[in-house]
């Protein structure tokens, strides 16, 4: 006896399979994209307000190792090496302070409350 059942077209089958995959993927990358374009936008109109006031408040200057620190009365000023290690930290006593850095010549980052600043030492 023999088996006159349709034996499956190798590829048409394979032309199926990549066809579906490829819609599944077409769906996920414009439903990500969809997702992704609408709360960015909204969301960084509003930090960047809150940034702008922080840094009209508090003035950052450098001149060689000597720092000068205006608006920033009762806060702290950190200072960080690239690698994020804190390597100082200077209260702020008055309004406008000036402060002479003991560190070596490199790189580092400054921040006082929100306003972060890099600056290098030489």
Do not use: W
């Not at 089958?13 to 819609?23: A, E, G, R, W």
């Not at 290690?85 to 929100?114: E, F, P």
């Amino acid at each position: 006896m023999v088996d006159r059942r349709k034996k499956p077209n190798f590829a048409l089958t394979m032309m199926k399979y990549v066809q579906k995959d490829m819609n599944k993927r077409l769906q996920i990358i414009a439903l990500s994209l969809l997702l992704m374009a609408v709360p960015v936008t909204s969301m960084a109109q509003a930090d960047r307000d809150e940034i702008e006031t922080e840094l009209s408040a508090v003035s950052l200057s450098v001149t060689g190792s000597k720092v000068h620190v205006t608006g920033a009365e009762g806060a702290t000023l950190e200072v960080y090496n690239l690698t994020g290690v804190k390597v100082a930290t200077i209260r702020i006593d008055s309004n406008d302070k000036s402060i002479t850095l003991n560190l070596q010549r490199g790189c580092y980052i400054l921040k006082v409350g929100k306003v972060v600043r890099k600056i290098s030492i030489r």
